[in-house]
Every structure is written in structure tokens, then in C-alpha cells.
């Protein structure tokens, strides 16, 4: 394929985006050719120049072999890496300025493992044709910044369509972790796959099995934090890839009895992750506001109901019941998420959520206590204002009353946080006796016996507020008389 030329106002206004690299760019352009190798801009950094957008990133591709990029780079840097030698990678940093730079190369896996296999290129075009999308199949030579595009990725960008430089079938045998990174571009950059490429998802779906969980797991967390992440889902559902690296969310798609005695699952869990993004603070707010993108909190919204499925009841009546399904969906989050690799502490967050965010139904009754109101603060802990807000985004009623009842009820509960937060400091919230003085009163060693007394204290001062240490001590001391081992220690 011949190069497609972009009319020079738009090359222009691509290389302003770029300016406050372009001394870099130059620099090195200049010291590669003078070592008689080519060196070019490619991939990201010229696709967001073209889209108006700033890239951190410096994806360098150069016809040098590692051992000679590595040369080049130490006499420009103040410091080199090789950690990425294997794959043709060279690092390097100058001032504040990291680059990396990697040989042409042509990736693919045998099929079986779960690593691709290495192979370096000779040309730019060896190398463009390797990459994912056509529309990152864009580069600039340094140092002159001459434009190349044998795919046609700049009018694949304007018309927002992801194509691959080959053909799907070879481009994602290539490397199958590159059908959920289309997934992804459709959450970033609200592009759609060319129907070629779809088909191809389709049919190859099953090969993702062969990528890490980790790949996997970094696809999936960079398309939920992007712009449209349920068009993304929504993708790697309608392909089959879900079914393998996220199945309970193809899951959630309930079969629609004739009665149609429930609602779709999988439809209000996507809208309740958009409308969770909706209720996201500024990226600079403060913590409470939950600054977006927030990962706990979109994984949270999209899994809080994936306990539906196995607990689906038909009642008798016609009624359609779910009980206990955020215990189990908790469970099941924190199984996938452990499946994909994720750190313990986000794991943790996410199920905790998805087993609270039931928690407030059957506060618009009315029947919640003071006690009650500490419970919910206590049990979220430092999640509350990530519950907050996936507890209002579970609202997705088209009654328009019930949603307006639902809302005031939110309302007045975060009132009455509020009220209770400020007499009690209730993110504090503890026994009024310690540890100490608990076992002094009991004539008590530390151990099980002791964290008994201390959970009941605490119960004690979540259902009754501050009574004072005193009444605290003869509660404790009742309490301790019913006890097995303090009839024990009598009886002894």
C-alpha cells in the first residue's frame, strides 16, 4: 500500500501537539541517522496528535539492534535500562525526559504459550504492518517528520473505525490480547470495529485463553476507566470474549420469561455503571467526592449483581426472587478478580461493595435506628462515599415516583450521616473500655476470650451510642457473668 498524505494544515496543527517534544525527537532523529539507523515516532503519541490530543508517551521504532540503540541512548542519556533487551526495548532518561526505543520487530505467539515470541524486522513497514490497528499503524521518521500511513490509519481515525494493517485472522493470531485492546479503543476513543474485525472476534474468541490474566486484567481495568465503558463491555459481549476472561457479566443476561416477571439483568448493570460514572467527582476533587475515573467504584457498579443468577427463584405467584444474592455476588467478585490477578486491597474494596449495596433497601420504610445508621457508616468504613454513590446509581426505575421517593430517602440517610458523624465522630467509633481496662475488669488474659468482650462492647456502642464508661463496665460485667467460661472459672 501506498502512504496516505494528510493535507499540510493538518500535518501542522498534528506536529503543534507534539511541540513540547519535538527538541527530543530531533535531537535523537539526528544522532540515529548519524549512526546510519532509521528512527521514527510511532503508535499512540502521532494517533493522539492527529486526534488533538497530548501524549506522554514516546513510542520509538528504530532499524538499530538493541546492542546499538543501547550505545546511542548512553551517550544522549544520563541513564540506560535493558529490562525489555528480550523484546528489542532500550531505555533511557535525560533531565525529566524517559524514552524508549525498540527495534522493528514482528511479534506472535506459537499458538501454545502464553508469551509472544520475538522477531526482529528490517524496515518501518515490517514494523507497522505488526502493529494492532491501523490507526496506530501511523509514524513519523525523524528527524524531518515525514509522514507515514501505508494502512490508511489517518482515514480510519477520522471515520473512527478500528481496522487492522492485515487481516484480522493473522493480526489477532498474532497476538489474541489485541481483540479485547479493540475493546478497549471503543471505551477510549469511541471507535467501532470494522464489521471484518468483529467477525474476527467472533471466531477467534476462544484464543484469548492463551494471554496472562495479568494482560488480561490490564486490557480490562484500562477500558473501564475510559470514556464509554459500556460500549467496550459491550463489545467483548457481543464477541464471546466475556464469556472466557468475565463470564459473569454475559451471565447477567437472563432468560426473559413470557411473564416477564423480571427486569434484564445485564441492561441495569450497565446502566448502573454509567450512571455510578455520572456520580464520580473531578479528577482533583477531594476524596470524599470520589475523583474519576475510580476504578473500585466502576468494578463495584458492574459486578453488584452478578449473584442474580444463582439465586434466581421462581416464587410461587408469579414473583421472581434473588435472596442473599450480594453475599454471593461478593463472593463471586472477589473469585474473579483473584482469577485475574488484581491486588488484594481492590479485591477486598469491590466485594465488600457489591455485599453493603443492599444494605440501605428498607430504609424508606422507616424503620432505621440511630444503631442502624452506625451499623451502615461503621460497616463501609472508608467506602462510604463510594456506597453512597453505587447505591444511588442502583436505581435505574422508570418509575418516576419510586425514583424520587428512593432519592429523598437517600437523601435524608446522608443527613442523618451527617448529623451522627458530627456528634460522635463515628469514623472512630470504639468500645469504651480498651483492651486493658476490659481485661482488668474480667481478670482476663489477651485472646479469643478478650476479643469476644471487645465485639461486645462495640456492639453495645453501636446500638446504643456513648453510655459512659461506667454503665459500659456493668454491661461488660452481666455479660461476662453469662458466660461459659466465667461459670468456669466459679465453679473452679
Not at 490474566?213 to 470514556?227: N, Y
Request: one cysteine or more; charged letters at 30%.
Amino acid at each position: 500500500m501506498s502512504d496516505r498524505q494528510p493535507p499540510a494544515a493538518l500535518l501542522r496543527e498534528a506536529v503543534a501537539h507534539l511541540a513540547p517534544a519535538l527538541p527530543v525527537l530531533t535531537d535523537l532523529g539526528q544522532r540515529f541517522a548519524a549512526a546510519g539507523h532509521d528512527l521514527a515516532l510511532v503508535g499512540g503519541p502521532v494517533r493522539d496528535a492527529f486526534l488533538g490530543r497530548t501524549s506522554n508517551d514516546l513510542d520509538l521504532t528504530t532499524s538499530a539492534r538493541p546492542d546499538d540503540t543501547e550505545a546511542i541512548l548512553a551517550a544522549w542519556g544520563s541513564a540506560t535500562w535493558d529490562m525489555g533487551r528480550a523484546f528489542g526495548t532500550i531505555g533511557a532518561r535525560r533531565g525529566d525526559v524517559v524514552v524508549e526505543v525498540t527495534t522493528y520487530r514482528a511479534d506472535a505467539y506459537d499458538g501454545v504459550t502464553r508469551k509472544p515470541v520475538v522477531a526482529f524486522g528490517d524496515t518501518l513497514e515490517d514494523d507497522l504492518v505488526r502493529r494492532d490497528f491501523a490507526c496506530n499503524a501511523m509514524a513519523l521518521r525523524l528527524p524531518d517528520l515525514a509522514f507515514v500511513d501505508p494502512h490508511g490509519g489517518l482515514e480510519d481515525l477520522q471515520a473512527r473505525v478500528l481496522r487492522t494493517p492485515t487481516t484480522p485472522e493473522v493480526s489477532f493470531g498474532d497476538d489474541p490480547l489485541r481483540m479485547m485492546r479493540a475493546a478497549r479503543f471503543v471505551s477510549q476513543l469511541g471507535f467501532v470495529p470494522a464489521p471484518e474485525v468483529l467477525t474476527a472476534m467472533r471466531d477467534m474468541a476462544s484464543s484469548i485463553d492463551i494471554v496472562s490474566a495479568e494482560r488480561v486484567r490490564d486490557e480490562l481495568v484500562k477500558l473501564l476507566m475510559g470514556a464509554h465503558p459500556r460500549a467496550g463491555l459491550e463489545l467483548l459481549v457481543r464477541s464471546g470474549i466475556a464469556a472466557i476472561v468475565l463470564p459473569e457479566l454475559p451471565a447477567l443476561q437472563l432468560e426473559v420469561d413470557e411473564h416477564h416477571r423480571h427486569k434484564d439483568v445485564y441492561e441495569h448493570s450497565m446502566t448502573v455503571l454509567e450512571q455510578a460514572i455520572d456520580l464520580e467527582g473531578p479528577a482533583d476533587g477531594p476524596p470524599e467526592s470520589v475523583p474519576g475515573p475510580d476504578l473500585v467504584l466502576r468494578l463495584a457498579a458492574l459486578l453488584h449483581d452478578i449473584g442474580k443468577p444463582a439465586t434466581r427463584r421462581f416464587e410461587d405467584g408469579g414473583g421472581v426472587s434473588f435472596h442473599h444474592h450480594e453475599v454471593v455476588g461478593a463472593k463471586l467478585s472477589a473469585k474473579r478478580m483473584r482469577a485475574l490477578r488484581f491486588d488484594k486491597e481492590t479485591t477486598k474494596a469491590v466485594a465488600r461493595l457489591v455485599e453493603l449495596h443492599l444494605r440501605f433497601h428498607g430504609y424508606g420504610d422507616g424503620a432505621w435506628t440511630d444503631s442502624a445508621v452506625r451499623r451502615y457508616v461503621t460497616d463501609s468504613g472508608d467506602l462510604l462515599p463510594r456506597l453512597h454513590r453505587l447505591t444511588r446509581a442502583d436505581c435505574t426505575t422508570r418509575n418516576v415516583k419510586k425514583a424520587r421517593r428512593l432519592s429523598r430517602a437517600y437523601d435524608e440517610l446522608e443527613e442523618r450521616i451527617a448529623r451522627l458523624l458530627e456528634e460522635e465522630e463515628l469514623k472512630a467509633v470504639r468500645p469504651e473500655l480498651d483492651g486493658h481496662e476490659i481485661a482488668q475488669a474480667l481478670g482476663i488474659r489477651p485472646g479469643p476470650v478478650l476479643g469476644r468482650a471487645y465485639q461486645f462492647l462495640l456492639a453495645l456502642r453501636l446500638d446504643e451510642g456513648p453510655v459512659g464508661p461506667e454503665v459500659a463496665r456493668e454491661r461488660l460485667l452481666a455479660w461476662w457473668a453469662e458466660q461459659p467460661e466465667s461459670r468456669a472459672a466459679s465453679d473452679g
